[in-house]
């Protein structure tokens, strides 16, 4: 954790924005801005994200969450897709100011993630405050991308709106409730099951805003993938 926490330190004490506020203000809101990169690196560490992994950042913006992923993994190990290219020009001037271009992190602008077709799959797929934002289609053709993506033993973590309000927008996205039957038929469809981690607010994410807290983080994998690579990481570990 002493690693981690030297990364996360590194990644806040740098900025690349000649107008930070702006920036922000493309990913959401400004004043969350360090503490939604905080809780990214964070959760995942804690979920068994390690340096060797290879991750997908999906709607990955200006790389609010990327930075210190990026200074986390090993190098060309973080590929990070938007569908906004202004959003990515943003990300790679935090990249150049945080110093780390010789990760040689692989950012794509992508319309259709059901037309894109990466010649690798992915130990971790991210989606943090990015499936709220997708319409039923591009929400389907996003699971069938991260279903062909995804490694036996790997998972897509994505955090949700739960329940049944009217939608909203936020910029030119909608910001969509759906009820957890939905995302567990969607995973069951691409062959992924849905566990309910609980809410953000207790997993670390303390904002005292309940529009953000009470949001439900979802875990989707193959059956027994889980157990499968908590089997691999306690062999890797033996001495």
């Known amino acids: 954790m002493r690693l981690l926490q030297g990364l996360v330190d590194r ?104 037309s894109l077709a990466l010649a690798q799959k992915f130990d971790v797929v991210w989606a943090f405050s990015v499936f709220f934002h997708m319409d039923d289609a591009i929400l389907e053709s996003c699971m069938a991308f991260v279903a062909r993506h995804l490694t036996d033993t790997g998972a897509l973590y994505a955090n949700v709106n739960l329940g049944s309000q009217p939608a909203g927008s936020w910029r030119e996205f909608p910001c969509l409730w759906r009820e957890s039957r939905a995302y567990r038929e969607l995973g069951e469809r691409h062959g992924l099951r849905v566990v309910d981690l609980g809410v953000l607010g207790e997993l670390g994410h303390d904002s005292g805003r309940p529009a953000h807290d009470n949001q439900h983080m979802l875990r989707f994998a193959r059956a027994g993938a889980r157990d499968a690579r908590d089997s691999r990481e306690r062999d890797h570990a033996a001495p």
């Open 11 to 114: 990644c806040f004490g740098r900025r690349g924005a000649a107008d930070p506020a702006s920036r922000h203000a493309l990913v959401g809101t400004p004043e969350l801005w360090e503490l939604k990169r905080r809780f990214q690196i964070e959760f995942l560490e804690r979920e068994g994200l390690r340096p060797q992994h290879q991750l997908l950042d999906i709607g990955c913006g200006t790389l609010r969450g990327g930075i210190p992923l990026i200074a986390y993994l090993e190098k060309g190990h973080y590929t990070g897709v938007d569908v906004r290219e202004e959003a990515l020009a943003e990300g790679r001037k935090e990249l150049r100011g945080a110093g780390l271009c010789e990760k040689e992190p692989r950012l794509l602008a992508v319309n259709d993630l059901g």
